[in-house]
């Protein structure tokens, strides 16, 4: 069994998966979603203070979802965030198309496997220096 504090209420609760906050912050969590995502859809041109102000949600919390991509505003919206390589202004995420698939490119390179490392022959071996230190 895996208790954790919750990092919302600091409630200790039961961790099933990899969750860092409580079920019932969770819930909050959704119904602000929720609230946010509807506030935003009505009010197209919200700014972000605005949001906070509204839906009586954190900032933080607001970019959080933006990031998570679950969060988009429309092409009226004033709220632009920038790719966080390129600094591009796109709608949700955190990365430009241009970028997303550039990273992408990269984390398949890096998953190919590495090349086995040549073990080079001791060169020094006519001195007769042997190291008996590590077996
Ligand atoms: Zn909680
Ligand atoms: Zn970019």
Do not use: Y
Request: glycine share 4%; with cysteine.
């Amino acid at each position: 069994m895996n208790i954790k504090n919750c990092r919302r209420c600091g409630k200790m609760f039961n961790v099933v998966g990899d969750e860092m906050i409580c079920p019932d912050c969770k819930r909050a969590l959704e119904d602000d979603f929720q609230r946010v995502k509807k506030f935003v859809q009505d009010n197209k041109t919200a700014t972000i203070p605005e949001i906070v102000e509204e839906c009586k949600v954190e900032q933080k919390q607001i970019k959080q979802w933006i990031r998570e991509e679950r969060l988009q505003f429309s092409d009226e919206s004033p709220i632009k965030i920038s790719c966080e390589i390129c600094g591009t202004q796109i709608a949700t995420g955190r990365f430009c198309d241009k970028c997303k698939k550039e990273s992408a490119n990269n984390l398949g390179n890096s998953i190919k496997r590495p090349e086995e490392p040549k073990i080079e022959p001791a060169k020094n071996s006519q001195h007769g220096v042997i190291m008996h230190t590590f077996k």
